[in-house]
């Protein structure tokens, strides 16, 4: 079982909508919660960072964490096409360090 | 402020050849990271340096890889020699401190080939 588990996609919708991105995982000893977003032929870039549990807002993006269920989502409001890319989700801390585990990605399209 | 530097951004090599990659940090940053990302796969960590010491290359497969940081600043990434599965983005990454809150700027990566 991988320690980071993200539905590679690719997943599609139309401008507007709300898109809701998950990753699942095993390590419970995770305490740094991250997104990154990847546009194609670029470096990951920081989007969102959660230290423990709880929901963390940023203009039309808010990342959840439930370390119950070891589930952490993003949530895109208002996608639009320049939103357009792999979604990586990423974690780090507790016994494994600070080393960072990176999900697969998940390709996003948002169609105009 | 400048962002991480990567050169070559693409490389076509043969197995059993060697290459080189390199990467120049944000200034100021102490902790430099190499990722390999496979095609359709997340960045999976090879080396980290703090300064220029070793923090972890537990994933560096160290028969045909190796990589250093001169003086703490830019590192190097070496394959020798290269093999096919070696295809794939090699990601530099830099942040201020190691711990898990740091965020990693990342580079635009070196994309090689093995045939």
């Known amino acids: 079982q991988k320690e980071v588990e993200q539905d590679p996609g690719p997943l599609s919708v139309p401008e507007g909508a709300i898109v809701s991105l998950n990753c699942t995982y095993s390590n419970s000893a995770f305490q740094y919660f991250m997104w990154y977003r990847q546009y194609s032929r670029k470096g990951p870039e920081l989007l969102m960072y959660t230290y423990s549990s709880g929901n963390k807002e940023d203009g039309r993006f808010t990342a959840q964490v439930d370390k119950s269920s070891k589930y952490i989502s993003l949530f895109i409001r208002d996608s639009q096409p320049s939103d357009s890319a792999t979604y990586l989700c990423a974690m780090s801390g507790g016994t494994g360090g600070f080393k960072t585990i990176f999900g697969a990605g998940t390709r996003l399209f948002v169609k105009a | 402020e400048a962002g991480v530097a990567q050169s070559p951004r693409y490389k076509i090599i043969e197995k059993r050849q060697s290459v080189a990659f390199w990467c120049n940090p944000i200034s100021g940053h102490a902790t430099l990271y190499w990722y390999q990302q496979i095609l359709g796969q997340g960045p999976k960590l090879l080396i980290q340096?703090?300064?220029?010491?070793?923090?972890?290359d537990s994933q560096l497969p160290k028969d045909r890889f190796s990589a250093e940081r001169l003086k703490g600043v830019d590192s190097t990434l070496k394959i020798q020699p290269a093999k096919l599965e070696d295809s794939a983005v090699y990601l530099c990454a830099s942040s201020l401190g190691q711990a898990g809150h740091n965020e990693q700027f990342f580079g635009p990566g070196t994309r090689l080939t093995v045939l």
């Open positions: 340096f703090q300064n220029n010491g070793v923090v972890d």
